[in-house]
């Protein structure tokens, strides 16, 4: 089945470093990518998404693109402040129409320093 | 819009009681969606509606039920709680959209520990 594997965390940065949080895929099909955020005692948001290979999305500094012949969807920013320190989570939907049942990475704790 | 809201927000129980888990969405969406997620895992799909009766299976539905009477509401029943129930409650929601790579709005969670 589908599948999606990131980088083990927790990942601890200072302010205004480089940040790389790696994610693969296993899918069959076209899927769409996403990567959605935790902040603490909150829910998940969605921070930027990709529906077809080479496609970037982007959002609050945050990059990722869509790499099909790599199978992988990293997030990066460069220049990471202490308000991004959350949980990360890379996902994948199944399915091109109708419910979009996500398959999620375990998730990467960041946490970055003043 | 209060967006996806859900009660409680803990809860403790013992095991064999049951309970309902709440979720409500004020935003019209066709689908809404239940998850868990375990310590230092990702979401796993619990159960899933595409509009008011009818659901559907996901990936670990074992152990849970669920309805959908209305639009906006969509409970998670626990009948028989057990350990490995223990885990974070997370109900989503989303809107079909031309392009159906719709995001799916996620309500805050419910931590529930059975004991």
Not at chain 1, 95 to 100: K, V
Not at chain 2, 27 to 30: D, E, L, P
């Given at each position: 089945g589908n599948s999606v594997t990131q980088m083990e965390g927790p990942v601890t940065l200072s302010e205004e470093a480089f940040l790389t949080i790696n994610c693969t895929y296993t899918a069959t099909g076209y899927p769409s990518l996403f990567w959605y955020v935790q902040y603490p005692g909150e829910g998940l948001q969605l921070l930027l998404k990709a529906t077809k290979a080479d496609d970037k999305g982007s959002n609050k500094g945050f990059e990722a693109t869509y790499r099909k012949e790599t199978t992988s969807f990293h997030l990066e920013k460069g220049s990471v402040q202490v308000s991004d320190s959350a949980v990360y989570f890379c996902a994948l939907s199944e399915?091109?129409?109708?419910?979009?049942k996500l398959v999620f990475g375990q998730g990467t704790r960041l946490t970055i320093n003043p | 819009n209060a967006g996806v809201t859900q009660t409680p927000k803990f809860r403790i129980l013992k095991i064999g009681q049951s309970m309902t888990l709440q979720c409500a969405q004020d935003?019209?969406?066709?689908y809404m969606y239940w998850y868990r997620q375990d310590p230092g895992m990702g979401l796993k799909l619990i159960y899933y509606s595409v509009g008011a009766g009818i659901t559907d299976k996901g990936e670990v539905p074992n152990g849970y039920n669920v309805s959908r009477s209305t639009t906006e509401d969509f409970p998670l029943r626990l009948e028989l709680a057990a350990p490995s129930q223990t885990s974070v409650y997370f109900c989503a929601s989303s809107l079909i959209s031309s392009g159906g790579r719709n995001e799916q709005f996620f309500g805050p969670g419910t931590r529930l520990t059975v004991l």
């Open positions: 399915g091109a129409q109708g419910a979009q | 935003m019209n969406h066709n």
